[in-house]
């Protein structure tokens, strides 16, 4: 079964998910994409875990970056079978392994070939359970970042149930990960979140689920350096300005504004100055309050003041719009209908 490719941007080689800067060191020369493979295996040797982790991750992102995924693929199964055939079957040697293996998995997804990422899961799943019981950061890093594509892979395939699952307890393991080191751990675990709540098909579910994001975001930015959270952040304001719009659409304006309000607040904390993103989310905020009718009011005075910033910044089909809206609120032209019936017929 071959559904359409995961983008590369959604994988668990996205920067989000374990950002990885320039390789320092021995690596620091040697280009994943063309050093010769003994050079690499020498330069391997005796490095700390998340030096070569850090490695192969941003070696596959540089070659993904230039549109060369296939290449990507060939160098991590050559380096794998240079460092399998050395014969060291120490924990770290099969930790790297694992790693290669969970790369693999996302190239393999992006490039439309889940079967193949899912025999490259269940190699590294297979690494990783000769030692089932482990707690340290190298297994639970790995074990974390391929229970996230394996989520995106079988929600992919309509396999739900196993979606759920995945995508749940890599944000469990993130969530651990990232309460000793938030800076490098803490975006990951807000994604892995924000995909949980995704996949999850019942409503309650996925309100849980988002509920948990927030407020792993809010004590995140205060644990964390300045601009470490930001895209994880401005994810989680597309999932909840999303999440309200739908609310909207199905006429449960109540909750509505409370989603629109918080993806709102996030936006303004990165984009201090009210850009065409925002103008648009606080005009359906505006529409919202309007429809709730103990925040009618409020919707009328927002929506005057997006008239306002509709012209400022140009859009002149927002503008029309909110006239409208403004206009049938003050007049109402439509006859209530259910109104009238229920003076008729009380119950």
Not at 118 to 124: D, E, G, P
Not at 141 to 151: E, H
Not at 212 to 227: F, I, K, P
Not at 257 to 270: E, M
Request: aromatic share 4%.
């Amino acid at each position: 079964m071959n559904p359409a490719a995961i983008p590369d941007s959604q994988t668990a080689l996205q920067p989000l998910i374990i950002p990885a800067g320039t390789p320092t060191g021995p690596l620091a020369s040697l280009a994943l994409a063309s050093a010769p493979l003994s050079e690499l295996r020498r330069a391997i040797e005796g490095l700390p875990f998340n030096t070569i982790y850090d490695y192969l991750r941003t070696g596959a992102r540089q070659m993904i970056d230039s549109g060369d995924t296939r290449r990507a693929i060939e160098s991590i199964e050559a380096l794998d079978e240079t460092l399998t055939r050395a014969g060291d079957p120490d924990r770290m040697s099969l930790d790297i392994h694992a790693a290669m293996m969970q790369v693999l998995v996302g190239l393999r997804a992006s490039e439309d070939d889940s079967d193949a990422a899912l025999s490259a899961a269940a190699t590294a799943m297979s690494l990783l359970a000769q030692e089932p019981k482990r707690k340290d950061e190298p297994f639970l890093a790995v074990l974390a970042s391929l229970l996230y594509d394996m989520g995106l892979i079988y929600h992919s395939r309509s396999e739900f149930k196993h979606a759920e699952r995945s995508l749940d307890k890599s944000a469990r393991i993130f969530g651990r990960l990232a309460r000793t080191n938030p800076d490098r751990y803490g975006p990951a675990h807000v994604v892995a979140l924000d995909a949980a709540a995704k996949v999850c098909r019942k409503a309650g579910a996925q309100a849980e689920a988002l509920k948990e994001c927030q407020e792993a975001t809010s004590r995140y930015l205060s644990e964390t350096r300045d601009g470490a959270m930001d895209d994880a952040v401005e994810r989680l304001a597309d999932s909840m300005a999303e999440q309200g719009l739908t609310l909207a659409k199905m006429g449960r304006h109540r909750e509505a504004i409370q989603y629109l309000s918080r993806a709102l607040r996030y936006l303004t904390r990165l984009h201090p100055e009210m850009d065409l993103r925002q103008l648009n989310l606080s005009t359906e905020l505006g529409f919202c309050l309007l429809h709730h009718k103990p925040t009618r009011e409020k919707g009328i005075h927002l929506l005057n003041t997006m008239l306002h910033k509709a012209t400022r910044l140009g859009d002149a089909a927002l503008h029309r719009r909110i006239v409208d809206v403004l206009a049938e609120a003050r007049t109402p032209g439509r006859l209530d209908i259910l109104g009238v019936w229920h003076k008729i017929f009380p119950r």
